[in-house]
């Protein structure tokens, strides 16, 4: 059924068979699967299962996926590790994921690791503590810095220490077999090393680190081999067990005998002992623990996961943790103590290990309190993996236009049930066109790049007052020096609750910006007379200037205006000015209401009619902004108006007569003064049509002829000379039979500029 179903159910599909023994034959619909699957991640996992089979997908196959991604999907098999190998040798080792999965694939990559921390502070101090940890005296490492010298001391190594005897004359054979496989992958590794040497390569950053690693490891795992030879005493093989790292899946019957003879408290006691040297692996020994059914193995995991004994065991106890959670009891123990004191988000993933009723009713307990969480996506990911009919209300409660992963969520969970017809889901889109052009363009790397340069940044905001996360497609966001100084040019409403700037940054949203500067960075620089690349970043701001004051951000400024209109609701200028931030913030709509209030409190507000109607005409709505339109011409000829006011209000006046009558044909007369207003003198009997089609209003004397018309009623005496001084050379006058008309870009036209963008989005601002 694989190559049959939607994407969410077989990537569900997929991570289920990882845990499952696998037939060797019949593998078809696994290998037609990663043939036709267009997503990357899907595929990673179908190979992997390939890989774990012993199949080794063909490169026409492995074409689509980053070698990154695939790596951390391999397994701990041959093939897998083969495969790797020989992507290094093929020259694909720049990539650091190859050099940490061959460190991981030679059972170093806990060493690869602290080599690397340890490398900013000088090596001394860790090569001290391994020395003390191992009992045995280390070659030093402490000035080894290049290739030649790291291959050298591997040599060297390997020399020196113990080859393990073959499993069948050792005690414990499974864990010998896998002490000589290790040794044998790092032997393999110092070859392919001086292959790539000796055909002049140059080492990737990470190969001597990893040399040196593989330098610990093998005198690690000789002390390993040692102890577990010369030991009978059970107690004292934990001390073995805990020093590396083991992928044995069964536990060695000797080792089960002797733990059986133990006291429970006798064999957690000695594991405690072990863990509290502060650098031990312990997710083999709780295997055995698990296997074995000890009472009070998860009490002691949870001490590990907590931190008493260090961040390696720790992170070692979390894969532990994955194994024991298939026991109904230790699932049981969690839930009990999760209950009483809820984990963060990122730990729930483990409760898909068990999927019981008892583990969806703890997640359906905590939702609200996890979707409030900055990384609530932690908990509709397990919800996912969890798989309960009874998640599909709660999320799509929770859908929000641009959330995809509960989107995802979602319809798996109906699919699954078969619930599609619910009409609680019906509002949430069963596919996104995003989603089926990245599926499309994988495909392609020339739609691959169309996708990239049409993909908006969808940003996540978390809401201070309702604790939620959403995400935003955003048109202004301002970069700075440091991630504290990024701020967002626009008003944001939540999601959630609907209150407005109450928003902030979260971890996941500084990624999210960092992902838009590499995509800008990455299109930047293709080739193309494409243009540069549309994103929503863009410099410093500068001030922002409300009520006289200046603020760093349209928050600020907000909230300002806000508490000031708290202060004085009478106020019409307040009320404007609050309106003009949020215009100016993208939120006509919130807008609207402040405008309108402040003409209710001052009929005469100028401004606000002007911004009514530049919002109704921006939106289309020509006929509810024909009343505005004609109450800004009446206010436009007061005379105690503000003449530079004035001419502004007329040269915008101009553009929404033009524009009203170009779409709904409704004319406005603007050369006839309203009832009762001052005696005005006129050339002409009938009033000259202003029909503003063909005469350009950015000459200064055909804008001086228009607005002394439109003020006076005549044409100003000796000509059309410009107000500043500047004479215009032609010389016009109107007729009733000479319509006045104006020649103009319409306000949603395609800027002449060439942006792409509207031209009151661009130059008409």
Known sequence: MLPQ??????????????????????????????????????????????????????????????????????????????????????????????IQ????????????????????????????????????????????????????????????????????????????????????????????????????????????????????????????????????????????????????????????????????????????????????????????????????????????????????????GSEAERLMLKDPEAMEALLARWRQSPPEPHRLHILAEYPTEGVAQFLLEHFDEYMSQPFSLYLVDTMGEVASPHFLEPLAEEWREGEEAIRRTVWFLAELHG????????????????????????????????????????????????????????????????????????????????LLETHEFTDESISSLSLELMRFSVLSELPGDGGPPDTPLIGQPAAITAAGKNFRSVSEAYHFLVKEVEREPDNAELRRRLGNILRNGLRPDLAMPHYQEALSLDPKEIDSVYSIADILVDQERYQEA??????????????????????????SLLDLVAEIKAKIGYGIDLLSPPEGYPDIKREAKEPAVLELLTLDPGKPGDFEAMYHLFRHGSLPEGGTEHRWGEPEADSWRPTSADPIRVSKIGRNDPCPCGSGKKYKRCCGR
């Open 626 to 651: 024909v009343p505005y339109v004609e109450t800004l011409a009446t206010l436009c000829r007061d005379p105690q108006l503000d003449e530079g006011l004035g001419r502004d209000i007329f040269r």
């Open 101 to 316: 999965a061959m460190a991981e694939a030679c059972n170093a990559e806990n060493l690869f690791h602290a080599l690397d921390r340890a490398s900013r502070k000088g090596l001394r101090q860790t090569v001290g503590s391994l020395e003390k940890l191992w009992q045995v005296k280390l070659p030093t490492i402490q000035g080894v810095k290049d290739r030649s010298n790291a291959q050298r001391l591997l040599q060297e190594t390997l020399d020196a220490t113990t080859e393990p005897d073959s499993g069948a004359h050792s005690r414990f054979p499974l864990l010998t077999d896998q002490l000589h496989q290790d040794r044998e992958r790092i032997r393999t590794l110092l070859k392919t090393t001086e292959e790539c040497e000796a055909r002049g390569e140059e080492a990737p950053s990470g190969e001597t680190r990893l040399l040196l690693a593989c330098v610990l490891a093998l005198y690690r795992d000789a002390v390993c081999l040692k102890g577990l030879s010369e030991n009978s005493d059970p107690m004292e093989s934990w001390g073995c067990l805990a020093l590396r790292p083991w992928q044995v899946q069964k536990v060695e019957p000797e080792l089960a005998a002797s733990l059986q003879d133990l006291e429970p408290e006798g064999a957690l006691s000695g594991l405690r002992e072990v863990l509290s040297s502060g650098w031990g692996y312990c997710a083999y020994p709780f295997y055995i623990l698990a296997a074995l059914r000890v009472p009070g193995s998860h009490q002691l995991l949870q001490e590990a996961l907590d931190g008493q004994y260090g961040d390696i065991v720790a992170e070692e």
């Open 419 to 498: 619930m599609e017809g619910e009409a609680t889901i019906q509002h949430i889109p069963r596919e996104t066109k995003e989603g089926t052009d990245l599926a499309e363009a994988l495909k392609d790397p020339d739609k691959m790049v169309e996708v990239l340069r049409n993909k908006r940044l969808s940003l996540p905001l978390r809401c201070t007052a309702c604790k939620r996360t959403y995400k935003y497609q955003l048109e202004r966001v301002y970069l700075g020096k440091r991630a504290k100084d990024v701020t967002i040019g626009q008003i944001v409403q939540c999601k959630g609750c609907g």
């Open 5 to 98: 179903v939607s994407g969410a159910v077989a990537f569900q599909l997929l991570e289920s068979m990882r845990s499952l023994a696998l037939p060797e034959t019949g593998l078809e619909p696994l290998q037609q699967f990663l043939r036709s699957d267009p997503e990357p991640h899907r595929k990673c996992l179908a190979a992997g299962l390939l890989f774990r089979l012993g199949r080794i997908p063909s490169d026409e196959d492995l074409a689509d996926i980053p070698i990154e991604m695939l790596v951390r999907a391999l397994p701990d098999t041959e093939a897998a590790v083969g495969f790797v190998f020989q992507e290094f040798l093929k020259g694909q080792s720049t990539g650091n994921s190859i």
